[in-house]
């Protein structure tokens, strides 16, 4: 089945980085965008950014601007996020989400979730 | 960036009873060139991600009850629960890709 699996929860001090995974399976990793989405605690969701996994183009929110990269692995069908300078307000489950292909690039609705990543930052 | 907000923040409502949850733009999310609105709902359980319900507002995805549905256009849209079942306790949230994708702040729906 569609599915993808992310990497366990993490506790980081602040100012440090934090790097999650996210490994896809049961469909063709190259044909669906991925982007990262997180929910701090009792809060909506906040899309953070988006990767393409055909040429690695990518498109991050304003408020992560310089502190999010994401890469992926096509050869494991992987995909990373990683955000540095790592403050307390950046606690939250992250998701990554694969992009349903109804719009173009980062403009899109997000049809399968990773199981969530609880990121942590405390001193 | 565009602001979703949801009405109400939570709702009881007896089972077999009808559901319905508001969501509100802050600009039209009808791309005029295909006629769609670039609008969609996700339903999520405790301790789990969000599921997709439906997306260019009205459009159900694959495996969603059909008590489940959309509607709306530009800047005002509905989510409706035709007749309410226990296991459809959840919060839910609209989320437009039309910009910079960006979600409301979700509506708790309980059984009264």
């Known amino acids: 089945q569609v599915q993808l699996v992310q990497s366990g929860g993490v506790v980081e001090k602040p100012g440090a980085s934090v790097k999650v995974s996210c490994k896809a399976s049961g469909y063709t990793f190259g044909n669906h965008g991925i982007s990262w989405v997180r929910q701090a605690p009792g809060q909506g969701p906040e899309w953070l950014g988006w990767i393409s996994t055909y040429n690695g183009n990518q498109h991050n929110a304003q408020k992560v601007q310089g502190r999010l990269t994401m890469t992926t692995d096509k050869s494991t069908s992987t995909a990373y996020m990683e955000l540095r300078s790592l403050r307390s307000d950046d606690t939250a489950v992250y998701y990554c989400a694969r992009n349903a292909g109804l719009g173009p690039q980062w403009l899109d609705a997000f049809d399968v979730w990773g199981q969530g990543t609880m990121v942590t930052v405390s001193s | 960036d565009t602001v979703m907000t949801q009405s109400p923040d939570s709702l009881a409502v007896s089972l077999g009873e009808r559901a319905t949850i508001n969501c509100r733009s802050s600009?039209?999310?009808?791309?005029?060139?295909?006629?769609?609105?670039?609008l969609a709902w996700y339903q999520q359980k405790p301790g789990q991600p969000p599921k997709l319900l439906i997306f260019?507002?009205?459009t159900r995805e694959s495996g969603v009850p059909d008590r489940f549905s959309g509607s709306g256009s530009g800047t005002d849209f509905t989510l409706t629960i035709s007749s309410l079942q226990a296991e459809d306790v959840a919060v839910y949230y609209c989320?437009?890709?039309?910009?910079?994708?960006?979600f409301g702040q979700g509506t708790r729906l309980e059984i009264k």
């Open positions: 260019w507002a009205s």
């Open positions: 989320q437009q890709y039309y910009s910079t994708p960006t």
């Open positions: 600009q039209s999310l009808l791309y005029s060139s295909n006629n769609k609105n670039y």
